[in-house]
């Protein structure tokens, strides 16, 4: 899709010391790409490290995820979380935004297409998934 950059989560493996976009394909190996084909299946148990980035942003003074952009605008969205009572409210009245495609999926999860301009604050947050014990020179 021209103009479509996915943001958030984001996938990475360390395999030999170089960084990879991956994707877990079953529960031990982890494929991993290169130019955005997929390039090589690696066991899980191989990769030097595994971890997600997450992008979030804060859009009407709230934070949100960043999941995508494209055309000058931003896909965002929140599950469960924060202030339940003025996501319902402020999606309740598209009207005061009319810039801003309001998207409610369920009872939990709000979506909306935002113009980059009205999103701040945007911080990337690492979570690793390998939990391997340090290594120490203790015997």
Excluded: C
Excluded at 47 to 55: A, G, K, P, S
């Amino acid at each position: 899709m021209p103009g479509h950059r996915r943001i958030s989560p984001a996938e990475y493996a360390v395999f030999q010391g170089e960084v990879y976009p991956a994707a877990e394909r079953v529960p031990a190996d982890m494929q991993l790409y290169r130019d955005g084909t997929p390039w090589r299946l690696v066991p899980i148990a191989d990769l030097d490290e595994w971890y997600t980035v997450r992008t979030y942003g804060t859009f009407l003074e709230h934070e949100f995820e960043v999941y995508h952009e494209e055309d000058g605008t931003y896909f965002i969205g929140v599950v469960g979380r924060g202030d339940g009572h003025w996501l319902a409210e402020t999606w309740a009245k598209p009207e005061e935004h009319p810039e801003v495609g309001f998207q409610r999926m369920d009872q939990f999860t709000f979506e909306a297409t935002v113009p980059k301009d009205m999103v701040s604050d945007l911080r990337e947050v690492r979570t690793d998934s390998l939990n391997r014990p340090k290594e120490t020179d203790e015997f």
